[in-house]
């Protein structure tokens, strides 16, 4: 059984940086393709950054040059960096796994989540 687990979310100033991980167990973490999305309150969700099994990253638009994906295959995790954050970040953030080793241009193939982890930004 494939489980992800967030950490690392909280509150935070606008401009500040916050770093999530989602550890993953029960998956063949190395050729799994990993995604972060998140959902704000009343909102759609959306995919934020993806990562291959080779390393090659996406990010969406409203994130690129803030936000950066990263995986540590020696420990299962995956990682979200987040600079200078803004109030329209808050949203909770969940980790995705993908049986597939890559990602699209539209998203991640997400096929397992994370329960989330929320992240709130003050003005």
């Known amino acids: 059984q494939v489980q992800l687990v967030e950490s690392g979310g909280g509150l935070v100033q606008a401009g500040g940086s916050l770093r999530l991980s989602c550890a993953a167990s029960?998956?063949?973490?190395?050729?799994?393709?990993m995604g972060w999305y998140r959902q704000a309150q009343g909102k759609q969700r959306e995919w934020v950054a993806c990562?291959?099994?080779?390393?090659?990253?996406i990010t969406a638009q409203s994130v690129r040059g803030r936000f950066t994906i990263s995986r540590d295959n020696a420990k299962n995790i995956v990682y979200l960096q987040m600079n200078s954050l803004k109030p329209e970040d808050t949203a909770e953030y969940h980790c995705t796994a993908s049986r597939r080793p890559y990602y699209s241009a539209g998203g991640c193939y997400p096929d397992y989540w994370g329960q989330g982890t929320p992240v709130t930004v003050s003005e």
């Open positions: 990562i291959d099994s080779g390393g090659n990253t």
């Open positions: 029960g998956t063949t973490f190395r050729a799994s393709a």
